[in-house]
């Protein structure tokens, strides 16, 4: 086979207009084909090294987003004060001039009655730079505790694998030009997570000189081009680390540059037997012997297929295999291992995989992030934070973060991270709590686990506002609804993110004329909405943004909502384009106008063992397989409630007590519904078509929808073991009805090999009842085409964390015909 290297060039007229793409995390640097005012193709940029050029499947979906017929096209109210599911809200066009008048008289009666802190925003996707001028400003300026970023719905409990080891918070990169075997546990990185043009890119490499290897109740895209796929049992991911770990001790793969070895150079861990501490040396690593003690010593192969399903002599094979590509072995670890009521546990378990092979900040191994181009900050806003807004932000946070049996500790630090599910939850208990509600880039009421809860709780809120491109479902309790630029083509920002070994920062420029009355969100609804609380008697956040920001080319401050935009986003990238001194990484870039037309910078490529010698950013500044980290967090938090860490682990759900807890270790899994009642655990996964939970209104994701395996084009299929569908007398086609302890959805059944019996998976992302005529059914009468996961998963958190639960099957269901 020829590798097809050709990009392919085209006759046709037009202008590459360099912007990035927000279709999923990766935000990759794009390039879109601007052919007479209209965008109609997108590639990478092509000076890109992190995407080389190209973008996934979902790049290609932008120009059918942007010119969604069913996008909102002006302001609009509501004129049915009746909220609800299924309730018309009767919206009718205004202007912006009525519709931002309206929200500001809204909260101008907050200031008045000294109720602030009942503004809440919650923000969903958001841009690098400029969310700085929303989230960052408007409650602070304001004067409210209670904004909501979407993180926790997201992937956070994934962070305290690599946090609570090495200390580094945060999504990893991984050198796959290099590697030589590559563990894609709990994600799909040919379909989904990071990166996903990067491993398209480099995966059928690694398959040809090395081993690729998916663990994943499902079979995935990389299941179907692996050597091995391990179908492991949901929630037991803690339980296959465990056994590949203590296989790599007992048959002496650790790497020793890495981890260090015994004094008198024989390996002395062998299964069932404790190991004195004072017989091994450590090198970049802290308590691998209290590691095998309190937990790996029993994790026998044997032992681990009884849990995880998967057989002892694949746990075997594979952990050789691991040990011996080590230190080139990437353990890519993914939401699947993490987002369940007890994933810090196992994102621990499987992350400390990596540190035994030695990968850590090695070449072909799992880095940190890269250093990215330095952006310019913003003009600090403390000067316009008067009194009322200092005493108002002091107000207790509606999330519940930092409550006893929600420690919620992100970077370590108890009650740090957000908790945004138990947002509907804090509403529904104390629903005079919120008055003026304003949420962009968000759909909580179908993107949250235990949805109806969001139905319930936006349905009492006096007055919404929504500022998004499409009339989503959370749309549909909106007061006022401001309609937003669809970002990626119509608005301004400053963007970054990395892989393969650079961070970027990319521009977002309007490509083509906007087609209807849309506003960038961050920057220009704040503009034109502090220019009305200026008029209106609170003039702080107007005089911040007007008298605070400057044009660093020419000086000027901003007199327009456009020109606020504009001029952020030069702020944020003028240390890139008016550099005095060329930076580390690419070429130099001369002036504004040179930065646009290339659209990114890259910064220098990630250095080698950067954290080795004493540098990880942990209590012990080694890597940790005795958290101390996690311990020094959770006795801060226990002692905040004149408690121990057991009560708070007990309170919060986990099963360890005593030292076990601050190692990597097992839980069984969490489950809710018995096994009786709801024989099946629900494995819930995203389209290589889900530009996350907004592309179900576009007929490209229905046509191509059977690119995921095992999915059918058009439809919204359950899939189901044919093992299981001749044991129940269910077939391919019949309707079924799912139901769990939270809820019930009704789809259609495929008998599918590639999920494993006891199991059903369904992809995320459709089952929308509102958004458009091609996502539901019938939007007037709010009937989906097909099934909302959420309305089935059952709202629960890994606590440690904050994170919302998705995975690992902790919701059982039962399927039947309808
Ligand atoms: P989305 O649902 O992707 O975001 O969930 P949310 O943060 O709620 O998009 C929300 C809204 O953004 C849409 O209604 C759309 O109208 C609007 N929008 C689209 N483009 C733009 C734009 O350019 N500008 C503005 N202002 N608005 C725009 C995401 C969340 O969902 C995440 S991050 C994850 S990882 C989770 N994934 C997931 C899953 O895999 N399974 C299940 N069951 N639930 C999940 N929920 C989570
Ligand atoms: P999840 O959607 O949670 O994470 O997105 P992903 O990495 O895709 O996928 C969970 C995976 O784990 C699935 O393959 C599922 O089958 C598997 N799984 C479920 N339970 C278990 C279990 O118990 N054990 C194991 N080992 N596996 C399990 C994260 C990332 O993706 C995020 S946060 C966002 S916001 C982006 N969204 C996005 C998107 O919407 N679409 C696409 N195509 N890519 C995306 N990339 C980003
Ligand atoms: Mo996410």
Not at 459 to 487: C, G, R, Y
Not at 551 to 575: C, L, Q, V
Not at 699 to 713: L, R
Not at 737 to 743: E, K, N, Y
Request: net charge positive; proline share 6%; with cysteine.
């Amino acid at each position: 086979l020829v590798p097809y290297k050709a990009k392919p060039s085209s006759p046709a007229q037009g202008e590459w207009v360099a912007s990035t793409c927000q279709g999923c995390t990766q935000w990759c640097a794009i390039e879109i084909f601007a052919q007479n005012g209209r965008a109609v193709r997108v590639r990478g940029n092509q000076a890109s090294k992190s995407n080389h050029g190209y973008v996934c499947p979902r790049g290609h979906m932008i120009p059918q987003q942007m010119y969604d017929p069913d996008r909102i096209k002006g302001p609009m109210k509501r004129t049915n004060p009746v909220k609800g599911r299924g309730i018309d809200p009767k919206f009718v066009p205004i202007t912006w001039d009525e519709a931002l008048d309206t929200v500001a008289d809204k909260m101008i009666e907050l200031r008045k009655a000294g109720e602030t802190h009942k503004l809440v925003y919650l923000r969903g996707r958001y841009s690098s730079t400029s969310t700085e001028l929303l989230y960052g400003t408007l409650p602070k300026v304001f004067g409210t505790p209670n904004y909501f970023s979407h993180s926790a719905i997201c992937a956070e409990a994934e962070k305290m694998g690599p946090g609570l080891t090495q200390g580094f918070f945060g999504y990893r990169d991984y050198d796959l030009e290099k590697t030589n075997c590559l563990v894609a546990w709990g994600c799909d990185p040919l379909a989904s997570n990071r990166m996903v043009p990067n491993a398209i890119h480099r995966v059928h490499e690694i398959a040809k000189r090395g081993t690729v290897i998916a663990v994943d109740p499902r079979l995935s895209n990389i299941g179907t081009k692996a050597h091995e796929w391990l179908p492991v049992n949901p929630g037991t991911d803690g339980a296959l680390a465990g056994a590949m770990a203590h296989v790599l001790l007992t048959e002496g793969l650790w790497n020793r540059d890495f981890v260090g070895d015994f004094k008198d150079g024989r390996n002395q861990f062998v299964a069932g037997k404790a190991v004195d501490e004072a017989a091994f040396v450590e090198k970049e690593t802290h308590g691998l012997v209290k590691w095998w003690n309190l937990e790996l010593k029993d994790r026998t192969p044997a032992w681990a297929e009884k849990e995880t399903l998967v057989p002892a002599a694949q746990i075997v094979r594979v952990a050789r295999t691991m040990g011996k590509a080590a230190p080139k072995t990437v353990v890519w670890m993914g939401p699947g291992v993490a987002m369940n009521p007890r994933g810090t546990y196992a994102a621990m378990a499987v992350h400390a995989l990596n540190g035994l092979l030695g990968s850590i900040d090695v070449e072909g191994g799992v880095w940190q992030s890269p250093t990215g181009p330095k952006l310019g900050s913003f003009p600090k806003a403390d000067a316009y934070v008067d009194e009322q807004a200092k005493k108002a932000a002091a107000n207790k946070k509606l999330d519940g973060r930092g409550a006893k049996d929600m420690p919620a500790m992100m970077g370590a630090r108890p009650g740090s991270g957000v908790v945004t599910n138990n947002v509907a939850n804090g509403m529904l208990k104390d629903p005079g709590a919120v008055k003026v509600m304003i949420a962009s880039w968000a759909n909580f009421n179908f993107s949250c686990t235990g949805a109806d809860r969001w139905d319930k709780a936006m349905a009492k809120v006096p007055f919404f506002v929504h500022m998004v491109p499409n009339p989503s479902e959370m749309t549909q309790f909106a007061d006022i609804v401001l309609p937003s630029t669809f970002n990626s083509a119509e608005g301004w920002s400053i963007i970054t993110n990395m892989a393969n070994g650079y961070a970027y920062a990319a521009i977002q420029q309007p490509t083509v004329k906007r087609l209807w009355d849309v506003k960038q969100e961050e920057t220009e609804v704040m503009w034109l909405l502090a220019e009305k609380l200026k008029a209106k008697g609170f003039p702080n956040l107007f005089d911040y943004y007007s008298k605070e920001f400057k044009d660093p080319e020419t000086g000027k401050a901003p007199a327009t909502a456009m020109e606020f935009s504009a001029i952020a986003t030069k702020m944020s990238s003028a240390p890139i384009w008016a550099a005095k001194e060329a930076l580390p990484g690419d070429a130099p870039i001369k002036g504004w106008a040179e930065f646009r037309k290339k659209g990114m910078f890259s910064g220098a490529r990630y250095p080698l063992k950067k954290n080795w010698g004493g540098k990880f950013a942990t209590a012990t500044k080694k890597f940790e397989f005795y958290s101390e980290t996690l311990k020094k967090g959770l006795l801060e938090h226990a002692k905040k409630y004149e408690t121990t860490p057991d009560d708070i682990l007990a309170v919060s759900g986990y099963l360890a007590r005593g030292e076990l807890a601050f190692v990597p270790h097992y839980e069984a899994p969490k489950r809710h519904g018995s096994v009786q009642d709801y024989p099946f655990a629900f494995v819930d996964y995203k389209s290589r078509l889900n530009r996350e939970g907004r592309s179900a209104n576009l007929p490209w994701y229905q046509e191509f929808k059977k690119v995921d395996p095992g999915d059918v084009s058009w439809n919204d299929v359950v899939k189901m073991n044919p093992a299981d569908g001749e044991k129940l007398g269910l077939k391919s086609g019949d309707t079924v009805r799912i139901t769990s302890p939270a809820g019930a959805i009704v789809t259609q059944l495929r008998l599918w090999e590639g999920v494993r019996p006891g199991t059903v998976a369904k992809c995320y992302g459709q089952g929308h009842w509102a958004y458009g005529r091609v996502a539901a059914k019938d939007y007037a009468k709010a009937i989906p085409n097909g099934a909302n996961n959420n309305e089935l998963l059952v709202d629960d958190y890994d606590r440690l964390s904050g994170s919302t639960a998705r995975n690992g099957g902790f919701t059982g269901v039962r399927v039947q015909k309808v």
